[in-house]
Structure formats: structure tokens, C-alpha cells
């Protein structure tokens, strides 16, 4: 199917409030939860470099994407930055912060070895497996400065919501 824009979220509080705001329809739960419009489809993946490598697999396997687009939350080493600040870690001068990001298969809580700004579990598994025929952007909202606590999904899904109008440009709706 010709689509113009692939999103990827690992976790479906990342995916609602895009799901909403694009007016996507869930067109499969499995082997991965899936939803599009004429012009995008959304994958939630799970967490983790598995998950994200399989869906983008399978997604790419059905849809044709001029741009892919990785939207999710990412720890930070920098205390000072407010959770539900939002980055992008691919491209620099997008009227947003740019950021450094590393990816890792667990939670990490210290910073000792980190040498990037921001830390996810998904987005260099995502900028590895998109083809560079497809146009990838990494878009990551603070949630935590790499503390043990989890995230509430009402919080994710406000850090997502709040963020959808700086990167809703990069979304292509025509040729």
C-alpha cells in the first residue's frame, strides 16, 4: 500500500493521542498493534530493539513510506531539562531542541556511561532498519532524568499530545 508517512511508537500511551489527532483506524492487533489513514500508518512496536526491529520489518513489508517517523518517550541525563520537553535527535534546526540519543536494552539509572544527552530503548534499532531510501526522523520527550520510576501512561499521553504540533510537519500527506 502507498502511504506517505510510517510512524513508530514502541508504546500504545505513545500512539493514542496520534491515533486521535491524525484520525487513524486500527486495521490490525496483530502481530502488531497497526492503524492508518490514506495517507500514514502507525505501528506500535513493544519495547526494546526486538520489538522495534520485527514492526518496522512487518510495516515495511505492507507500506511503501517516503518518511518514517520514531516518536516516544527517552530518559536524560540532564536534570535541568523539564520532562515533557521534546527533541529531535536526526535533524538539527527544526524549531525544536536537538539532542543526542543512545539506545539501551534495559532501563539505565545512571549516567556513568552514557555519552549522549537522551537514552530510549527503540531509536537506533529504528534508524538502522529503515531503509535510507525513507527519510527518518527521531522525535523524544523527556520523561525522566534516569530515575527508577516509571512514567504514568496519563502523563506520557500529554508529553505526546503537547508535542504533536512541533513535528506534525515532517508528516507528508502528498507526493
Known amino acids: 500500500m502507498k502511504i506517505k508517512t510510517l510512524i513508530h511508537t ?32 502507525l505501528i506500535v512496536s513493544g519495547m526494546g530493539n526486538q520489538n522495534t526491529k520485527e514492526a518496522l520489518l512487518h510495516a515495511l513489508s505492507l507500506y511503501e513510506p517516503c518518511v518514517a517517523i520514531n516518536i516516544g518517550i527517552a530518559g536524560c541525563v540532564d536534570r535541568s531539562v523539564a520532562k515533557g520537553t521534546l527533541f529531535c535527535t536526526t535533524h538539527e534546526g527544526l524549531g525544536m531542541p536537538f539532542a543526542s540519543c543512545s539506545s539501551y536494552d534495559g532501563a539505565v539509572q545512571k549516567a556513568l556511561h552514557v555519552k549522549t544527552t537522551l537514552v530510549d ?18 522525535f523524544k520527550i523527556v520523561s525522566d532524568h534516569l530515575e527508577d520510576t516509571i512514567p504514568s501512561k496519563t502523563d506520557v499521553g500529554n508529553w505526546v499530545t503537547k508535542s504533536i504540533k512541533l513535528w506534525e510537519k515532517y508528516v507528508r500527506h502528498e507526493p
Open 10 to 41: 514502541a508504546l500504545v500511551a505513545e500512539a493514542k493521542p496520534i491515533i486521535g489527532h491524525f484520525k487513524l483506524t486500527c486495521t490490525a492487533k496483530q502481530p502488531f498493534n497497526l492503524y492508518e489513514n490514506e495517507h500514514m500508518a
Open 121 to 138: 530503548m527503540e531509536a537506533d534499532t529504528f534508524l538502522q532498519t529503515v531503509p535510507n531510501t525513507i527519510k527518518p526522523y527521531v
